[in-house]
């Protein structure tokens, strides 16, 4: 279906606005007024949800949320799901249309098209592997594979059967990886002989050996060979890897058991995948997500808020969603779940700004013409790169079926915006494209779902993300535990969601919950729906660690993690704004800033940078970084030192590091409040050991 024969497009959360008409005589004069409705019918808003998008089971629900209680909101009681059914729902009518389900690529050139029926087919092959080595309802898969369709399907074959998936990214050491998976306790990995990053080629067969040796549990390894090419290197592979099943070998299976094969209907709350934090201090937290609320809050984010639709419906014929991200980031998740609503997957391995030695920020973005992404989406630092490499869309091919961006991971700058939004105006071949949406959406690995985000219907002003996202309620606490607006607070979320955690692995009475999330605040306070409290067996609103500006027109700014802030002399900004002025110098890559005011010690606050190759930081220099910060925010901003460095700590994810830095500041030992193993550039930490050194002796 050509865009000219095509019907003007509908956003899907005006059709979702015309259902509730429709069928529940429900009409809104604004998306406030939806949201605030979703935020207090708690019930009648998730039925709506589970009706919407017609989810299935054989058994009914007695109650959509037998108890408001936070945490432990039983959901859906009654109901059986299993999130590989509501996949496999698509396969006829997808394969029909003639869309894949997954088309992936790497940055070998290397393209991989994957159908609904072989998507179905490899998928039930593998569960019955699984199966046929003892793999039970509840028992936990490790996975140690990268951004590749077989990890898609490995997850897909997993929960299927009621197994617990878990995925490691192989760009992790040893001691990361183990630091998860020993939580665990894994009957089965499943594993690759290596992965290609920034042009250079990594064997982890050694480390498949060690996780092994590691993993007393482990029962059985199935061997993905995604190096090795040829039938003799990847015979050698497995045998190296032995005694283990090959990938390719447990996937093969096409027998009448295999067309017959149907995913298990299990308990609404039944563990679905084992997803960890980011590890900077301690070991990992182990979060549990359920088959149901992780589904049903996915198909709400992912359809009526990132506005992805199903492929083969006419008002999204042909719909491409990619979302770049590595296996150790919640955005595979993320991707992963276009599959619930029948939409093509597109997937690329490997560096988005080319080899190391030959930097190249337009490679997503030509993988992205080549493939005809619809939907763009990658972590805010991707863009804030395209900017500083000085990245020209026009040279990137054909970008004309990108109608959407989407960005995570830390806010987007308003400059990034207006970079995007301006070149996209240079190239646009559709009206989407004249002033491209943005869906800049934040919320995290702790409940797999976005608190804020996008609304396709509403305004857009760069530097904001547009709403606080449907059944999310959502406030700004100011240090009093009250709601404000147009005031810098705590982000805290005051209802429960359904994709909220379940448990943490081994956490005994829940106490590593509680003092993650519900220790903050009284119980009951703020817990009544529409406003007001309830009493202390309510439990607590969950505090999720950001700080918040929701503007008077709904929209919101995320400042950063509420534990980096700065509070300069009785005002307090997060670290955002701070990073915005200062990059926005041409001289500077990278910069990370402190604030070691404790125990009502004098702030001190140091800000490092990264500047240009064959820059050195001088008088001049500085003096326009703190010219840039005083115009950008409050001579208060002002470091009381600006040091050059080599790199910015940054976790695995591409997150800042501010928090261990701080307190290494502080005096706290090194091995007490990192883990190595969970950074990408732990080399870097030499430096900030021996400044930290340096300013102790002083």
């Not at 094969?261 to 039944?270: C, K, Y």
């Not at 700080?547 to 900004?573: E, Q």
Request: charged share 20%.
């Amino acid at each position: 279906m050509s865009e000219t024969n095509a019907p003007p497009y509908i956003p899907q959360i005006r059709l979702y606005q015309q259902w509730l008409a429709e069928h529940r005589g429900l009409r809104f004069e604004s998306y406030d007024a939806l949201w605030r409705w979703s935020i207090t019918e708690l019930d009648a808003f998730w039925q709506s949800i589970w009706d919407y998008f017609d989810l299935q089971s054989p058994t009914p629900h007695t109650a959509v949320l037998a108890k408001n209680v936070m945490p432990g909101a039983p959901w859906f009681t009654g109901a059986r799901v299993n999130y590989t059914q509501q996949v496999f729902r698509h396969v006829q009518a997808a394969h029909a249309a003639g869309f894949p389900a997954v088309i992936a690529c790497n940055e070998k050139g290397r393209r991989v098209e994957l159908s609904w029926p072989e998507l179905r087919r490899q998928v039930a092959s593998l569960a019955q592997h699984l199966q046929a080595q003892g793999v039970q309802p509840g028992d936990r898969v490790a996975a140690y594979l990268p951004n590749i369709p077989e990890a898609m399907v490995a997850f897909l074959a997993t929960v299927s059967i009621g197994g617990v998936w878990s995925l490691c990214a192989p760009d992790m050491g040893t001691n990361a990886v183990l630091d998860r998976f020993r939580q665990i306790e894994p009957v089965v990995l499943i594993a690759c002989d290596g992965v290609s990053y920034g042009g250079r080629d990594f064997d982890r067969l050694a480390v498949v050996a060690e996780l092994r040796a590691a993993l007393p549990t482990v029962r059985h390894v199935v061997l993905h060979t995604n190096l090795a090419e040829g039938e003799q290197a990847q015979a050698a592979a497995l045998r190296s890897a032995a005694p283990c099943t090959g990938f390719a070998d447990a996937t093969a299976r096409d027998d009448a058991a295999t067309a017959a094969f149907e995913p298990v209907w299990l308990p609404f709350d039944h563990p679905l995948w084992i997803v960890y934090s980011s590890g900077t201090t301690g070991l990992p937290k182990p979060i549990v997500h359920g088959h149901g609320g992780t589904l049903i809050v996915g198909l709400a984010l992912k359809i009526l808020h990132n506005d992805v639709g199903c492929s083969y419906q006419a008002n999204s014929w042909g719909e491409r969603y990619h979302w770049y991200s590595s296996t150790g980031w919640v955005m595979w998740n993320a991707q992963t779940s276009g599959l619930l609503n029948g939409t093509t997957c597109v997937t690329y391995d490997g560096n988005p700004g080319g080899a190391k030695d030959r930097p190249d920020w337009t490679t997503l973005w030509r993988f992205a013409a080549e493939q005809g992404v619809t939907f763009f989406g990658a972590g805010a630092a991707f863009f804030a790169n395209c900017i500083k490499a000085g990245v020209d869309l026009s040279t990137c091919g054909d970008l004309s079926a990108v109608r959407a961006l989407g960005t995570t991971g830390s806010p987007l700058s308003e400059d990034a915006q207006n970079w995007g939004t301006a070149q996209f105006r240079r190239i646009a071949k559709t009206a989407a494209q004249q002033d491209i949406w943005w869906c800049n959406i934040s919320g995290g690995t702790d409940f797999a779902g976005a608190f804020i985000g996008g609304n396709r219907e509403l305004p857009q002003t760069p530097g904001r993300m547009q709403c606080r996202l449907l059944g999310c309620a959502v406030e700004s606490w100011n240090e009093q535990g009250q709601p404000v607006i147009d005031e810098v607070g705590e982000l805290v979320c005051v209802q429960p969601m359904p994709s909220m955690p379940l448990y943490f692995v081994g956490d005994v009475d829940h106490k590593r919950l509680l003092g993650s999330y519900f220790d903050s605040y009284p119980p009951g306070q703020g817990r009544r729906p529409g406003g007001g409290d309830l009493g202390p067996e309510a439990g607590a609103v969950w505090r999720h660690g950001d700080w918040l500006r929701i503007l008077p027109d709904g929209s919101c700014v995320i400042y950063g993690r509420s534990d980096a802030t700065i509070n300069r002399h009785g005002l307090r900004m997060g670290t955002s704004e701070l990073y915005s002025a200062v990059e926005a110098l041409p001289e500077v890559m990278d910069s990370m800033v402190v604030d070691l005011e404790y125990l009502g010690r004098e702030s001190y606050m140091p800000l490092f940078v990264v500047l240009r190759e064959g820059l050195v930081l001088d008088d001049a220099l500085k003096a326009r970084i703190n010219d840039s910060i005083k115009t950008a925010l409050s001579p208060r901003f002002v470091p009381n030192g600006v040091f050059q460095v080599p790199e910015i700590p940054r976790t695995l994810s591409g997150k800042k590091q501010e928090l261990p830095i701080k307190k290494l500041l502080l005096g706290q030992p090194l091995d007490k409040v990192i883990n190595k193993e969970a950074m990408a550039n732990p080399g870097c930490l030499d430096w900030y050991v021996q400044f930290a050194a340096a300013r102790a002796a002083a």
